[in-house]
């Protein structure tokens, strides 16, 4: 049967996650994108219809939620209000990626074009691999921690809960980056 999808935020990330869907002909034989949830009264993107705030929406049981939010405290915040509700969340991998069998991926990550995850790498919940990453052999990464463009994470190598990596950065084998928490409220 057929998801009905909605994408969480609409900036920029919202944008590139629009079109990858689009293009995407086997994603688009299995959900419906139905909406999108922002909590701006006025939603900027006319992509989709705009389905309210985060907070104030009630998921119903064949909903299926994608974070399209690049700030990490942000993707959290979503992510947890949505849970707390009973939220589905779809996992997306575009079709140019490269995820090995041996990989795991939990609900609600974005593994954008031309990325590879390898083997017995771990990728916890509501995490966004953006473009051309590379995830290494059973390296970890924590939960709704965001890889930029052209980010690597070497093989052994372990990114904590939160994190934001920038585009190009390099996690060096075997290394651990801590938690990026911060408690900004």
């Not at 959900?31 to 985060?54: E, F, M, N, S, T």
């Not at 074009?113 to 052999?137: F, L, R």
Request: hydrophobic share 40%.
């Amino acid at each position: 049967p057929m998801k009905n999808l909605i994408l969480v935020g609409a900036g920029g990330f919202f944008l590139e996650l629009y079109d990858y869907l689009q293009s995407d002909e086997r994603a688009m034989q299995q959900i419906r994108l139905k909406g999108v949830l922002d909590d701006a009264a006025q939603c900027a993107q006319q992509l989709l219809p705009h389905l309210g705030a985060v907070a104030d929406y009630d998921p119903q049981a064949d909903d299926f939620f994608l974070i399209t939010i690049g700030n990490v405290h942000h993707r959290k915040r979503c992510y947890e209000l949505l849970k707390q509700k009973g939220a589905n969340f779809y996992t997306y991998i575009h079709p140019s990626a490269i995820v090995a069998k041996s990989a795991q991926l939990a609900e609600g990550c974005i593994v954008a074009p031309y990325s590879v995850i390898n083997a017995q790498a771990i990728v916890a919940a509501n995490v966004a691999v953006n473009v051309h990453c590379s995830i290494g052999h059973e390296s970890t990464i924590g939960f709704s921690s965001v890889l930029s463009p052209y980010a690597a994470v070497n093989g052994n190598a372990k990114v904590g809960e939160l994190c934001f990596l920038g585009t190009r950065s390099t996690i060096f084998p075997g290394k651990s980056l801590a938690n990026g928490y911060r408690d900004w409220e």
